[in-house]
């Protein structure tokens, strides 16, 4: 099995969380449990990483939360590799 990417860390802790969470603490704790190291440079690619990614949604007020659909779609095409 590979290892998870750090979009796919987002979305299991979103998912877990069932609400908006701040990209600080979103982007450490994918950090942690990537065990990476918490300093700016590791945090920042994080943040472009989730960026870049059309899953994740801004909310506002330092907030992401996930696209369903596109999550959804997403691991219907995995499943299928």
Not at 24 to 52: C, G
């Amino acid at each position: 099995m590979s290892k998870k990417s750090e979009v796919e860390w987002a979305i299991e802790i979103i998912m877990e969380k069932q609400e908006a969470v701040e990209y600080m603490e979103l982007v450490t704790t994918i950090a942690h449990k990537m065990q990476k190291k918490d300093d700016p440079t590791t945090l920042n690619s994080i943040y472009t990483r989730l960026n870049l990614d059309n899953r994740l949604v801004y909310q506002g007020d330092d907030k992401w939360w996930i696209d369903i659909n596109k999550v959804t779609r997403a691991r219907k095409e995995e499943a299928k590799k």
